[in-house]
């Protein structure tokens, strides 16, 4: 089976559902493909009139029809949505789940036996093409499978494969990462308008620095600690700025961070059993 010839279900079509069904259509994968399901009636005909898909309020019946079903919901409206569809599956149907927190095995316990089951964590950005998903792939998942799952995401940006151990951690960074990055273009933009900058262009000028920043390391290729010297004159202004954010630890602060999150993923799986 190739994309052209799968049909996907998206169950559950808030934000993240979205840009994942946003991201299937750029990948090629065709609307009349498409079925997506939630009890929201308005979000339903939202759905329908924007992306021209197939939408219904039965899960069951969404994932009854699809060769690939993506589980969008909140990690706690996981094991009620696996429960309606379970019976509900093609045989040979690829299971995906987005939630945090829930591995391979606490999916394969709620899905008939041989299922294949894909674990992927997008970030927001994939609304706008530019997300990074981190997947690992169940045992019952073939190469074939893992492709077709893959080219559906790389609509929504760059998938990184990796072994699920490291899922937790990645998803700290990519998954959390973004809010991490908002936080501190936030930060500088204050910094700006403290220096008597109007703010929409304190916004602007922070905005493009940091996608401008980015950019550059992702087409060079350059480690960013080198990056940051060939910015560091010696004596400069730069360097002032940085000795201030070591001073202030916000280098620690940043690992901090990912592992509050790393801590915070364990601690809802744990809840949820």
């Known amino acids: 089976m190739n994309l052209s010839q799968a049909r996907v279900a998206i169950l559950g079509t808030g934000n993240m559902g979205e840009a994942i069904l946003a991201g299937a259509l750029r990948a090629g994968v065709a609307p009349d493909q498409l079925i997506c399901s939630t009890l929201d009636e308005s979000r339903l005909e939202f759905l329908r009139s924007t992306y021209g898909v197939q939408v219904t309020g039965d899960s069951a019946d969404a994932a009854s029809k699809a060769d690939i079903v993506v589980a969008a919901v909140k990690p706690q409206d996981m094991d009620a949505l696996l429960g309606a569809v379970a019976g509900s599956l093609k045989p040979g149907a690829i299971v995906v789940s987005v939630a945090v927190g829930l591995d391979l095995a606490w999916l394969a316990a709620r899905l008939p036996a041989g299922t294949p089951i894909v674990r992927i964590m997008p970030n927001t950005p994939a609304a706008v093409g530019a997300g990074v998903s981190v997947m690992s792939c169940g045992a019952q998942v073939t ?9 559906i995401f790389e609509g929504a940006g760059d998938v990184v494969d990796i072994p699920e151990k490291l899922q937790a951690a990645a998803g700290a960074v990519s998954g959390s990462g973004p809010a991490y990055v908002f936080a501190m273009i936030d930060a500088l933009a204050e910094a700006a308008v403290k ?10 000028l922070a905005v493009g620095t940091v996608g401008g920043s980015a950019r550059l390391l992702a087409e060079t290729g350059e480690h960013p600690a080198l990056a940051r010297e060939r910015v560091s004159s010696p004596g400069g202004t730069t360097i002032a700025g940085l000795h201030a954010l070591d001073a202030a630890g916000v280098r620690a602060a940043y690992v901090a961070a990912v592992e509050a999150a790393v801590a915070r993923t364990h601690e809802l799986a744990a809840q949820l059993g």
């Open 195 to 204: 220096q008597g900058i109007p703010r929409n262009l304190a916004v602007r």
């Open 143 to 151: 190469l074939d499978d893992a492709g077709l799952v893959r080219a």
